[in-house]
């Protein structure tokens, strides 16, 4: 009978898991089977041993064929439960049964930097040949827990990330690859150092160019939260997680625009989330995911262990053909790892002995497959590519520049430096061997001549850039429409620093949209600045045919795309164009409020990298001004989130060879820019009385339940928090700037 | 010392009028537009900041600038000038007046101040008590301990040196204690109220009263 208890147990567990997902017990009768099994539990003695196992046996075929109907019709929202129960396994449970033993750094359940980050140095068992061969990872991921709250959900705090990235250098030190497990709704939304975004965008960078193969695993892809161990060499992803830009329950909010506080329809939300294309499968077919792995029906649970057996070979697998790809000798065992993979079933034991040791030549490989394979990403989701004529034209014309810039400032400036170098070298020799031979003669001559007063010493001839003032004059300046009414507003600040009203005409010209008594910052449109920063006529827009499109046919976006299209009179939110600030020319980048709200889609990141190439290429330094974003935007789904490490992946690359990139915040810059291509500048600037944070205030109190200060986000709390290095005046953003470009940056810019 | 201060009128004018009344003026000149009536109950500032406004009182209009202007305290709108809305009114005129139910918070504060003898900080800086004031007011509790005029009594921080800080004033018991030891204080503000230590068993009778009387 004690058999007939456990099928009893687990048939409840079934039901329970059904109803979980289903949200209630209205669907496929679940309600009268689970009143059966009530009535067995509490008759369990009345019945005969056979005649229980027949009635049990019913029942399992039952709850069996809806587990199969409704596998195949599971909607996105439906995944999103699946991954959410607390029945479903974790990253323990990973570490337990995939791995063959581990050590947890950086502390152990509760008494940890942050719970809901477990970093362990696990040992990985293969067999080839009946000989066992254990190798080393470090497995990094989030920790939801089973029901315990101190794991706060696998919603890790900065700090977290902050341990994820120790231990990845801990790693890259030992050159051992890394296993990387999502399981975050999201990252926790605080500024509190290392700050939430600030240290996505350390980890993305760090990433970037970590030399060890990396694998990740997705179960639970919460945007920002999950691209903090996101960047990987391939990406793998369990067949009923979702992988998402935004949670469906956020996506909604900001869809639906539903109040604070307000419930929030199940049929929206449902909605949302199949609209966001968060499946495994949309991923796939997005290509921002390499390979999925599946999962039993409706899911795998803790005590799967078939499904962990298969999870090892997968992870195993994946780690092979990245270690593989970078090897010259491959042939033989890369069309094993092929052979396997074209097997649907090939959910059984690798036999091939592959060392993932790396080489040098092996790591600059794999370093620069990663970059192809992200800068590769969601480049068929935006519009307005070249013809294949104009395609080779660019690449034509885009060879020659590079043999042109090459030239010039490589071989050219290279000689003219070494040479000027080694002309420095010989006279310092030569001062100083002249004068030891001539320092007694003038010592005698000074004792003889008694000169008492030391001779002054000549000025050094410091050679400093023109005046910048004297560069300033200008004829026309830009006069905002916003001055064209003939009214007074009144400054936010008036009530603390008593302020006057501003007449209109006043503030938004000559004023500049500075408050004259607090100095307050009034919003002014991004042409203000095209206008009064650089030099007149110093503009030269490129890439503007590249346009925002509705990649996820995602509905209503097109027409509102469309609006904005005819509002700016732009394709995307990302102006990038050649200018000259005080006779320095630079490349800048520009995301501005009127279309989207700034946000970042494929088209606005694929002008960011190709902004990001041309300023590598021209030698000139990068600056990326942030009128306004919003974040990434949610309507293209993960196709957005991926512009996250792609576009760090170019910054990371231009800031290699050398130039100065430099970022600043105007107004509100919010969410995924932000923890990534902006958060990663060693160079942050705000103008004043702007906003800068990972996550808004309501996106705040509803995750963490708790309010916060009226400036949690302002520009002095972000300098405060070392999150910029400094804040400017608006008026001064000319001079300020062309300082900057004066004083910072790497060796290779073409006026150093 | 008692005879000075006449507790029951102080208590018997909480109890007949146990309100504040706030005056509300135009800050400039403009257009009225009333936003409440006559008895409507307002609130003030709420928020763990004091960041969300209160109830919204009215706008007032000038250079097609509209201000809004909320109330400050929570209350009822009493002796609202109704003939002036949508009129041009000049600047600090009054438009109503909030009428404020005294907390016994607000009227034990307002009583102390009347009748116990503030010594203010002299200037911004952290103040720290006297090590033998300390030590009196530890073993003792701060009604047990006299000081006199002339007495060191606070050593005040100020940019990494301590000044000591003489007491002027009413000789008598420290009552209340305002400030906290090592957090800044302002110039001006109070850091300790002094009692005589006959008015003490006067002060402390008050106080139970208003407490045990008040809803």
């Known amino acids: 009978m004690e058999d007939q208890r456990k099928r009893l147990l687990k048939l409840e567990e079934r039901i329970t898991y059904l109803v979980h997902i289903k949200e209630g017990s209205e669907w496929g009768n679940l309600a009268a089977l689970a009143e059966k099994l009530a009535h067995f539990k509490h008759s369990f003695y009345d019945f005969a041993e056979e005649e229980l196992s027949e009635e049990i046996r019913k029942v399992e075929d039952a709850v069996a064929f809806l587990e199969e109907r409704f596998e195949e019709h599971l909607t996105a929202m439906e995944r999103v439960r699946i991954v959410r129960c607390p029945q479903r396994f974790t990253l323990r449970d990973i570490l337990e049964n995939v791995y063959e033993d581990f050590t947890e750094l950086g502390g152990e359940e509760d008494v940890n930097v942050d719970p809901s980050m477990v970093v362990a140095k696990a040992n990985i068992m293969r067999r080839v040949k009946n000989k066992v061969i254990t190798q080393q990872v470090m497995v990094i991921g989030h920790e939801k827990g089973h029901g315990e709250e101190f794991r706060n959900g696998g919603s890790s705090k900065p700090w977290g990330n902050e341990k994820a990235l120790r231990y990845m250098a801990v790693a890259e030190t030992e050159g051992i690859p890394i296993h990387f497990y999502n399981f975050t709704p999201g990252a926790f939304p605080i500024e509190d150092y290392p700050g939430a975004a600030q240290q996505i965008a350390r980890n993305l960078y760090a990433l970037t160019k970590l030399r060890v193969p990396i694998i990740s695993v997705i179960s639970e892809g919460g945007s920002g939260g999950a691209e903090a161990l996101g960047l990987s060499d391939f990406r793998l992803m369990f067949s009923h997680g979702y992988y998402s830009v935004i949670s469906p329950e956020g996506g909604a909010a900001i869809e639906g625009k539903i109040r604070e506080g307000e419930k929030l329809p199940k049929e929206l939300v449902a909605a949302c989330a199949e609209n966001l294309r968060i499946t495994a499968e949309d991923n796939l077919s997005q290509g921002t995911i390499d390979r999925i792995i599946q999962e039993p029906i409706l899911g795998a649970r803790r005590d799967d262990f078939g499904f962990f057996r298969q999870l090892r070979y997968e992870v195993i697998r994946a780690t092979d053909e990245v270690v593989l790809k970078t090897k010259s000798l491959r042939a033989f065992r890369a069309y094993e790892v092929k052979r396997r993979k074209a097997a649907a079933e090939a959910a059984e034991e690798p036999h091939i002995d592959i060392s993932w040791d790396l080489h040098r030549d092996e790591i600059k490989r794999l370093l620069s497959l990663r970059s192809r394979k992200y800068r590769d990403m969601a480049t068929n989701s935006f519009g307005g590519k070249a013809s294949p004529a104009m395609a080779l034209w660019h690449r034509l014309e885009k060879a020659v520049s590079h043999v042109y810039y090459s030239f010039r400032y490589d071989l050219l400036k290279g000689q003219q430096k070494q040479m000027q170098k080694m002309f420095q070298d010989v006279s310092g020799e030569g001062s100083v061997f002249l004068q030891r031979l001539s320092r007694p003669i003038t010592e005698a001559y000074d004792f003889i001549s008694r000169k008492p007063e030391a001779k002054a010493g000549k000025a050094t001839a410091v050679r400093v850039g023109a005046n910048p003032e004297e560069r300033l004059e200008r004829g026309d300046t830009y006069m905002s429409p916003l001055a064209n009414e003939d009214r007074t507003v009144t400054c936010p600040n008036a009530e603390k620093f008593g302020c006057r009203d501003l007449w209109v005409p006043d503030l938004y010209g000559e004023f500049c949209g500075v408050c004259q008594t607090c100095g307050h910052h009034f919003p002014l449109e991004y042409e203000w600045y095209l206008k009064h920063l650089f030099d007149p006529d110093s503009i030269r827009e490129f890439n503007s045919e590249i346009r925002s499109v509705n990649p996820l046919q995602y509905k209503g976006f097109d027409s509102r795309l469309k609006a904005d299209r005819a509002k700016t009179g732009r394709n995307s939110a990302m102006i990038t164009f050649d200018a000259r600030v005080m006779g320095v020319d630079l490349v800048v980048a520009m995301l501005y409020s009127d279309f989207r709200n700034g946000t970042v889609g494929s088209a606005e990141g694929e002008k960011f990298v190709r902004a990001c190439d041309r300023a590598r290429l021209r030698r000139r330094p990068l600056l990326c001004y942030v009128h306004t974003t919003g974040g990434i935007r949610i309507h293209e789904g993960t196709l957005g989130v991926i512009q996250m490490p792609k576009c760090t992946m170019a910054v990371r690359e231009y800031l290699d060879s050398g130039g100065l990139y430099m970022v600043v915040y105007d107004n509100n810059s919010y969410a995924g820019p932000v923890a990534s291509f902006l958060g990663c500048s060693p160079y942050q600037f705000a103008i004043r009385s702007c906003r800068i944070g990972f996550a808004g205030q309501r996106v705040i109190r509803e995750t963490t339940g708790q309010d916060i200060p009226p400036d949690y986000h302002s520009a002095k709390s972000a300098l405060r928090r070392g999150h910029i290095q400094g804040i400017w005046d608006r008026r001064e953003f000319r001079q300020n700037l062309y300082k900057a470009l004066m004083t910072m940056g790497g060796r290779n810019l073409y006026y150093r | ?215």
């Open chain 2, 1 to 215: 010392m008692n005879q000075d201060i006449d507790f029951d009128a102080i208590l018997s004018k909480y109890r007949s009028d146990p309100f504040d009344y706030v005056h509300i003026h135009t800050r400039h000149t403009g257009r009225v537009r009333f936003k409440v009536t006559e008895g409507a109950q307002v609130k003030g500032a709420g928020g763990e900041w004091h960041h969300l406004p209160g109830s919204l009182l009215f706008v007032l209009y000038r250079e097609r600038n509209p201000k809004p202007i909320y109330s400050s305290t929570f209350g009822e709108v009493s002796a609202l000038r109704r003939e002036l809305e949508g009129n041009f009114v000049e600047a600090n005129e009054k438009v109503m007046t909030i009428k404020h139910p005294l907390t016994k918070r607000e009227i034990i504060e307002s009583i102390l101040r009347k009748v116990l003898s503030n010594f203010n900080a002299p200037e911004r800086a952290k103040y720290f008590f006297a090590m033998d004031i300390q030590a009196r007011i530890d073993k003792f509790g701060p009604r047990a301990v006299t000081i006199q005029p002339g007495d060191e009594v606070f050593t005040m921080s100020l940019m990494k040196r301590d000044i000591p800080v003489y007491y002027s004033g009413e000789p008598g018991i420290i009552h209340s204690i305002y400030f906290k030891p090592g957090i800044s204080v302002g110039h001006g503000e109070p850091l300790i109220g002094v009692c005589p230590p006959g008015r003490l068993p006067f002060i402390q009778k008050i106080i139970s009263r208003v407490k045990a009387e008040w809803e």
